[in-house]
């Protein structure tokens, strides 16, 4: 059963607004280091979904990525799968290499750094979305996992019980899954909806550098890549770092939607998308393009855009 949104991996907003500003700014190595782990979290929960696709159950719904928040408490679980009587709250992990326990600390093979245990986080937040189901009346028994779906991890010294899906053991875990379903009714979806209405669309822990207009490299970025695009042709844009092609439609109006991500407050104008995206010379053009995929706000000069509600 799918329910959306949240039915399947969203990069969260600090990524989002550090994918856009990595290739605009130069961030510090913290701040660089925070969107590489980020990045490669997010990548991990996009293959646990590619897993999930292949092996679809009409028998539970799973959500991803729920920013909740509990006893004035912020935690995130990164997927939820509702089956009938159980509800299991997933910790994807995207870790690689070769790392240790000893009693409850996890170290890294080699460096012997310690690193945060991803058991105490699926605790904590096993510990916090109980609370929620208590006051949701919710009566269902929760089974928390860590996940981790990089092919490359090993963890060494590991106790049998320890709630985890090692990524050898992934698929069947999955078909395990979907073996037992049984038939959902109004009662989880309900569940799911009010879980879904509950998220919170920004963390307040999120560690963003700050930035201004002024400072930001401008022109549009490739999907790919990170470095700019050039165009080629009236239509079409391309990337001189790796090749990528894209209509320069579609290239103004995902800029258009970066700029809005970094600067909400800004109006969406003509000269500012033009400014923004630099590389079309035309200002006509970019009018054409704003008109045809937004909607103008007509206001003499003060006009500007807005996005079409779907
Ligand atoms: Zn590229």
Redesign the pocket.
């Known amino acids: 059963m799918t329910i959306i949104p949240h039915n399947k991996p969203m990069p969260p907003k600090e990524l989002q607004i550090l994918t856009s500003l990595h290739p605009r700014m130069k961030l510090s190595t913290t701040e660089k280091q925070n969107y590489e782990n980020l990045h490669k979290g997010f990548l991990g929960e996009l293959k646990f979904y590619d897993l999930l696709c292949n092996h679809p159950s009409t028998n539970q719904i799973t959500l991803f990525d729920l920013l909740l928040e509990s006893n004035n408490t912020e935690f995130q679980i990164d997927s939820l799968i509702i089956n009938q009587n159980t509800i299991f709250s997933l910790e994807i992990k995207n870790f690689e290499g070769d790392f240790y326990l000893e009693g409850d600390k996890w170290y890294v093979v080699g460096s012997g750094k310690e690193i945060r245990s991803p058991l105490l986080q699926l605790q904590r937040t096993e510990y916090l979305f109980k609370q929620i189901l208590q006051k949701l009346h919710v009566n269902m028994t929760i089974k928390p996992y860590i996940i981790f779906i990089n092919d490359d991890f090993t963890l060494y010294q590991a106790p049998i019980a320890l709630p985890a899906i090692f990524p050898t053991q992934v698929k069947r875990f999955i078909n395990k899954l979907n073996a037992n379903s049984r038939k959902l009714t109004a009662h989880h979806t309900k569940l799911a909806k009010k879980l879904i209405s509950m998220h919170l669309e920004e963390s307040a822990h999120s560690r963003l550098p700050s930035y201004e207009y002024h400072q930001l490299q401008k022109g549009i970025t ?1 999907r ?2 990170s ?1 700019f695009l050039s165009p080629i042709n009236k239509i079409k844009l391309k ?1 001189q ?2 090749g ?1 092609e894209e209509a320069v439609d579609y290239g103004v109006m995902r800029s258009v939607a970066e700029f809005n991500l970094l600067f909400p407050n800004k109006k969406i104008t003509t000269s500012q998308i033009h400014e923004w995206c630099v590389v079309i010379s035309s200002k006509r053009r970019i009018r054409e393009i704003l008109l045809r995929h937004m909607t103008l706000i007509r206001n003499g000069r003060y006009s500007y855009y807005v996005f079409k509600k779907i």
């Open positions: 490739c790919t890549c470095e990337c770092g790796c990528y």
